[in-house]
C-alpha cells in the first residue's frame, strides 16, 4: 500500500527552525518526492522537491537558500529543513510522491502528483 506520512510541524518564533520528516511505505520508497504548502485560503504551492535517486533538488525561489531537502533512502524517509523562518512561512505543509519517467524537467504542480500525506501544520510567531 502507497503511503505517506509527515511530522515535525509546529509552532516557531520568527528566525527559528524546524525539520519535517515524511516517511514512506516501501511502494514509493522509488518515487520522486516533494513538498507543498498550503495556507489558508491560498492554493496549493510547490516548496521544494527530490529526484529519486536523490541526486537533484528543486526549490521555489521564496525558499531558496533557506530550506534544504534531502532523503534517507534506508529509512524510506525524505526531510525538509527550514531555517530563518518568518510568518508567511505558516501553512500545511504536505509531502507528495510521484514516478516521473522520462521527463526533462522535475514537475512542480500539485496534479502531478498521486500520493500525498495527511500533511502537517507549520506555525510561525512573528
Known amino acids: 500500500q502507497a503511503q505517506l506520512g509527515e511530522s515535525g510541524g509546529g509552532l516557531v518564533q520568527a528566525g527559528g527552525s524546524l525539520r519535517l520528516s515524511c516517511t514512506a511505505s516501501?511502494?514509493?520508497?522509488?518515487?520522486?518526492m516533494g513538498w507543498f504548502r498550503q495556507a489558508p485560503g491560498k492554493e496549493r504551492e510547490f516548496v521544494s522537491g527530490l529526484t529519486r535517486s536523490g541526486t537533484k533538488t528543486y526549490y521555489a525561489d521564496f525558499v531558496k537558500g533557506r530550506f534544504t531537502i534531502s532523503r534517507d533512502t534506508a529509512k524510506n524517509t525524505v526531510y525538509l529543513q527550514m531555517n530563518s523562518l518568518n510568518p508567511e512561512d505558516s501553512a500545511v505543509y504536505l509531502c507528495?510522491?510521484?514516478?516521473?519517467?522520462?521527463?526533462?524537467?522535475?514537475?512542480?504542480?500539485?496534479?502531478?502528483?498521486?500520493?500525498w500525506g495527511q500533511g502537517t501544520q507549520v506555525t510561525v510567531s512573528s
Open positions: 507528495a510522491a510521484g514516478f516521473f519517467i522520462a521527463l526533462d524537467y522535475f514537475p512542480r504542480g500539485p496534479d502531478d502528483y498521486n500520493y
Open positions: 516501501d511502494a514509493l520508497s522509488r518515487a520522486d
